[in-house]
């Protein structure tokens, strides 16, 4: 199991590879390079899972297992690529979001617990309503218009993204959580593909909102291997926040929502953005799981 020198010492290699040696051997090797014991060790199931086609909970009864060399070839790859800076994510191609599973590439930015915040107050607001319409600006995997979807059956989603790449990744996701009929997805800039006179009850969006000096400072699996396009928020992160703020008027039916995704110290600068559109009457501001600010809302008056 001992990888190439570039990236030794190693661990010292046990005598049989066995699943369990190489879990043990691969989460302290993978937390000399930088996760934390835990965070290793979860990576080191993942991706040795991914590669014998398994759940991670099988590893734990397949422990005395002796993988073939194809199998150890496979996943010493993936382990190389790993500490070269790959996300995990990226490497089995997939992540669960909403307790739904997705399929994610480079093409597309890989979905965080935080935005499941803004899933849930989403819900939260079509929940009551009678077939509800929503737009999604900046879809990415599709995770949040397909979680909709999923969790309300009558309502009609129109998902956008400027990238035809990320809008292929979405459609699968669509097709895979068995939404795609009720999810019509859009190639653009924003509002830019939105047909003339459509308008919906919610608009959704995580847009970009990362500053250039913040992109400097991320994990290098973020920083090299994650879309800049779903990343660079412009000079102060807001850009996208103004243009969402100038258009939502257009879009949005009277009394109809608006629920947008914020960085942890964006809060008060979106909501000024927001109230500055007389259209708008501004709402709540909603936190994570971690209690820092995470999504912000607003009505058509």
Same mark, same amino acid.
């Given at each position: 199991? $001992?990888?190439? $020198? ?16 190489? =879990? ?8 000399? *390079?930088? $996760? ?16 014998? *086609? ?11 297992? &002796? ?9 010493? %790859? ?16 997939? @992540? ?17 617990? #935080? ?12 929940? @009551? ?10 879809? %990415?995997? %599709? ?9 309300? *059956?009558? +309502? ?9 790449? +990320? ?19 859009? &190639?653009?800039?924003?509002? %830019? ?19 250039? /000096? ?6 290098? #699996? ?14 102060? /992160?807001?850009?996208?926040? @103004? ?22 110290? &964006? #809060? ?11 259209? =708008?009457?501004? /709402? ?18």
């Amino acid at each position: 199991m $001992p990888l190439e $020198p570039a990236i030794t010492p190693a661990p010292t290699a046990p005598t049989v590879w066995t699943i369990k040696a190489l =879990l043990d051997w691969t989460t302290d090797f993978l937390a000399k *390079k930088g $996760p934390a014991p835990t965070a290793a060790r979860l990576e080191a199931q993942i991706l040795l899972a991914h590669v014998l *086609k398994c759940k991670k909970v099988d590893l734990l009864v397949r422990y005395d297992e &002796q993988p073939g060399e194809a199998d150890r070839a496979a996943f010493r %790859g993936l382990i190389k690529r790993r500490v070269d800076g790959w996300p995990v994510a990226y490497l089995v191609g997939s @992540r669960e979001f909403y307790l739904l599973p997705f399929e994610v590439s480079p093409a597309v930015l890989i979905p965080r617990p #935080d935005t499941e915040t803004l899933v849930t107050e989403s819900l939260g607001v079509i929940k @009551r309503m009678v077939a509800p319409t929503v737009l999604d600006l900046g879809t %990415g995997s %599709g995770c949040i218009a397909v979680c909709l979807a999923h969790h309300k *059956k009558e +309502a009609r989603i129109t998902a956008v993204d400027i990238s035809p790449d +990320a809008l292929d990744v979405a459609r699968g996701n669509a097709i895979r959580n068995g939404v795609a009929d009720r999810i019509t997805f859009l &190639q653009g800039d924003l509002f %830019g593909p939105v047909p003339a006179g459509a308008v919906f009850d919610v608009v959704v969006s995580n847009p970009p909102y990362v500053t250039p /000096g913040e992109l400097a400072e991320l994990a290098p #699996d973020v920083r090299d291997h994650e879309p800049r396009l779903a990343l660079d928020g412009g000079t102060d /992160g807001l850009a996208f926040y @103004r243009r969402i703020a100038s258009g939502v008027g257009a879009v949005l039916k009277p009394g109809g929502s608006l629920l947008v995704e914020i960085g942890s110290t &964006q #809060d008060e600068a979106v909501r000024a953005i927001l109230s500055a559109n007389p259209d =708008l009457e501004l /709402g709540k501001t909603v936190r994570d799981s971690s209690g820092l600010p995470r999504v912000v809302s607003a009505r058509k008056r």
